[in-house]
């Protein structure tokens, strides 16, 4: 038999999908993504990601930086390491799950970005509750999913690669309802 | 209606399943009264219930919440792992 090579591939096509209003809905490219799943004693991942990524642990609704690599907190007992493929000291002390091509990633940035999340999820998104650099595990039009704010007025968006095409949608349509209203 | 996630924060009800009334297991596996009570009745207070809710679509965690059920008023929660009930 053939041996046969998977090859992950983005769940979009790349690129900028719409602009209104200044705000911009952008498809990002896939990258390396692992999660990070410890178990009862999270100090042993603790230490290797610091050892072999220059990575902290993220406390829950934060993301640590490095060179080339972020690690987000992923919900509880999870982390998600972005960026680079993980180091084999990792697989010591963590359980490791490739999950590159099982999420479809997008930035919605611009004045209007958070007026119309707020239209789609739940989240407290006033800057004191949500700041620049916090991360979340929330829902979006009723779909799981991952928010993080990239800056005052950037979210990047997270969810299952087969809602990728319903995320789109959500966004366009609640980007559309803001800019007609004229208010950004 | 909101509910404080000890891992997440105060989050909106959208977020949350609810799991059931937070009861003790009986000891033992003969069945009995105490069985009986544990699977079928329930007390449905006007007032003050211990509840289990799964932050489904925030963290995953299963929280123990303690809350007022004329008022709403959520009067404390916790990560039911290594606890509960
Ligand atoms: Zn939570």
Redesign the pocket.
Known sequence: MPELTLIAQNALPQGVVTTLAGTRIEVLPMRRLTALMPGPDAGPLAEALMAQHGLGLPAPGAVEHAEQAECLWF??GQYLLVGPAPAPGLAEAATLTDQSDAWATVLLEGPAARDVLARLCPLDLRARAFAPGATA?TELAHMAASVTRTGPDGFRVMVFRSMAETLLHELRAALEAVAARGMV | MRLT????GE?DLR?FTYRGAALARPEGEAWGDDWHDYIHLRDNPAGESREYWA?ST????V?LVTRDTRTHEVLGSALAKGGGA
Do not use: K, Q
Not at chain 2, 58 to 61: F, I, K, P, T
């Open positions: 919900g509880m595990r | 996630c000890p891992l997440c989050r977020e932050h925030g963290c995953a965690a929280l």
